[in-house]
Every structure is written in C-alpha cells, then in structure tokens.
C-alpha cells in the first residue's frame, strides 16, 4: 500500500502517519525528518536545507526529488510506505508519478488531512518534537507522560524553531500556493480521501481505517 499524506502543517500528517506506519506494517518516510537528520548531523543537504527551512520556505523540488525516489527503491519499501511532507509541489507529485510508472507502480491513495488555518496556529506553538525519533507532542492536545521527555524513547521535546508564530504563517502561504493544488492533482487521478483532522486523534485514524481498510 502506497500512501501520501497531504496537508497544511500542523494538520496531523506525522501523528497519523505514525499510526499508519505502525498497523500496516509499513515504513513512514518523512521528509521534515530527514531534513532535520541532516541538518543535526551538519551534512552539505543539511545546511542547504535549513537556510529554506528557517523561513518557512519550501527547499527546491530538485534538493528534494532524488532523496525520496532513491528511498522509496529499498528493500523495506517494497510493501508500501507511507509518505509524510512529500510531494508539496505539482513538480514533486510528477516525478514521483513518473518514477513509479517506470517500474509499473502507482501510488494508491492521497489522503487529506483537512484542518481549516485558524486551528493551525495553536496546533503549531504546542507542539513539541522530540529530538531523537521525530516524535510529535502537544502541550495540551497530547500531552507526553513527563514534560519535554518523548514516552517512546526517552529524548529531548523541544519547540521547532519554524513552529513560531511568524515562521507558521508563512508555511501557511507556501501551503496554499505551492502544495494545496496538489488536492486537485490527486482528485483527478481519482485517488484523493478527504478526513476531518479537526476531530481527536483517534478519530482521525479510524476514519483512514476506514478508507485503507
Ligand atoms: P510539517 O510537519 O509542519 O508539515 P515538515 O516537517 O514536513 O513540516 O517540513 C518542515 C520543513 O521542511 C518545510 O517547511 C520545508 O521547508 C521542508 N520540507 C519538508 N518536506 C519538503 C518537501 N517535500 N519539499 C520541500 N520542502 C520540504
Ligand atoms: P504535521 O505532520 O501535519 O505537521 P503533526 O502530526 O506534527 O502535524 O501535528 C501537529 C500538532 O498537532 C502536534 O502537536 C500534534 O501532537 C497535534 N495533533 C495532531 N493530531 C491532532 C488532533 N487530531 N487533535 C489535536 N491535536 C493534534
Ligand atoms: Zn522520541
């Protein structure tokens, strides 16, 4: 099962595709996360990467591309993914879509995290992300057993720095512009599976359940 996850920020994408992960026995491919990887292990992607990152802009499609066609070719993808943050432009969704027709593959479903903007700014300045597994926490939402400690493995929760107030609107924008029209994209290849984020988390998956089977 091929899955993408699309969505503002903030909508619940990792939450979900945590979940998603874990049950249908599937790896989550983030692409925040493996930004995020590089940029604390100072690599050359790294530091390209945050410089985009830091102001709530999208890093180009071409620093993006190559790194989640070549990951989606392991072993361990070879079941299915879920894909979490890509694509986030129409060039993204066309060279996946074309670097899986090469091999006769498809995605199967483009599910759509729907939270409307006004939800989103609170989401953003309670979450926090634990440092060590990419783990997502909401201060009052989800709240980890012990403050700023991850339940799953012991690592540090902090407050991304593009989770600030001023860095969230400007993902916002980019979101509407660059990555919203990818919900017509989808619509037309007949794939799009629209879920109310706004709901508890739980029932958020039920319904995606509901729909993967
Ligand atoms: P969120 O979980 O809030 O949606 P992500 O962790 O997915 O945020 O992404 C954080 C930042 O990483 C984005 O604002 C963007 O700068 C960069 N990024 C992640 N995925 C992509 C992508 N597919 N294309 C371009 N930039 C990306
Ligand atoms: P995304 O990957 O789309 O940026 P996250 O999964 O990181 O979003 O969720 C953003 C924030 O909202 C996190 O603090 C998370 O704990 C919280 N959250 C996720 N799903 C829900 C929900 N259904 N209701 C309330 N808060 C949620
Ligand atoms: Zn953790």
């Known amino acids: 099962m091929k899955i993408i996850m699309l969505g503002a920020p903030g909508a619940g ?10 049950k249908y026995n599937i790896p989550h491919i983030s692409t925040g996360d493996i930004f995020r990887a590089n ?3 100072g690599t050359e992607l790294g530091k390209k990467a945050k410089t985009y ?11 993006v591309v190559d790194l989640v066609v070549d990951r989606v070719a392991k072993d361990d993808a070879k079941n299915g993914y879920v894909l979490d943050g890509f694509p986030r432009t129409i060039p993204q969704a066309e060279a996946l879509d ?7 593959d498809k995605v199967d479903y483009a599910i ?13 300045s309670g979450r926090r992300a634990c440092v060590a597994c990419g783990g997502t926490y909401h201060i ?16 540090e929760l902090i407050l991304r720095d593009d989770d600030k107030p001023e860095t969230v609107k400007k993902r916002l924008d980019v979101y509407h512009e660059q990555t919203q029209p990818l919900i017509d994209y989808y619509t037309e290849k007949g794939i799009l599976k ?4 706004t709901v508890d988390m739980n029932d958020v998956f039920a319904a995606i359940v509901g729909i993967l089977g």
């Open 13 to 22: 994408k990792g939450t979900q595709a945590k979940l998603i992960a874990e």
């Open 39 to 41: 940029i604390k292990n």
């Open 53 to 63: 990152m830091d102001k709530g802009e999208l890093v180009p499609d071409e620093l």
């Open 98 to 104: 074309a670097a899986l027709a090469k091999i006769n």
């Open 112 to 124: 759509d995290v729907d939270v409307p903007d006004e939800n989103i700014i609170n989401r953003m």
């Open 140 to 155: 009052v939402n989800v709240p980890p057993k012990k403050e700023g400690i991850c339940d799953a493995c012991g690592g």
């Open 194 to 197: 629209t879920v109310d984020g």
